[in-house]
């Protein structure tokens, strides 16, 4: 029972990357997923999270515009497509489940990470 984050990788500044959460040993259809990250000696930030029982999704203001949360439950997997990236976006990006199917409820499982970096 996991979760698998992948994709992340090192970018020019307005480049674009999608990130990929897939699950194995569950399905993700009942629970609403997110993406955190970590950039080197700053706190955990939320990105964003969508819903698995209505779609709405939530993104944090330093990214709204340029990123876009989506799933895909037949292939159990949730993305994160990035745009217009910046240096400020580098960082460890995590995914990790609610315990429910909204965004609103605390963390349930989180996967591993995977490093964005942005840099020309």
């Known amino acids: 029972v996991q979760l698998q984050a992948s994709g992340g990788g090192l970018v020019q500044p307005g480049g674009s990357l999608r990130l990929s959460c897939a699950a194995s040993?569950?399905?993700?259809?009942?629970?609403?997923v997110g993406w955190l990250r970590q950039a080197p000696g700053k706190e955990r930030e939320g990105v964003s999270c969508?819903?698995?029982?209505?779609?709405?999704?939530y993104y944090a203001d330093s990214v709204k515009g340029r990123f876009t949360i989506s799933r895909d439950n037949a292939k159990n997997t949730v993305y994160l497509q990035m745009n217009s990236l910046k240096p400020e976006d580098t960082a460890v990006y995590y995914c990790?489940?609610?315990?429910?199917?909204?965004?609103?409820?605390?963390?349930?499982?989180w996967g591993q990470g995977t490093q964005v970096t942005v840099s020309s």
């Open positions: 969508i819903n698995s029982s209505d779609g709405i999704t």
């Open positions: 040993g569950f399905t993700l259809d009942y629970y609403a």
């Open positions: 990790a489940t609610r315990i429910s199917n909204r965004c609103v409820d605390k963390i349930g499982k």
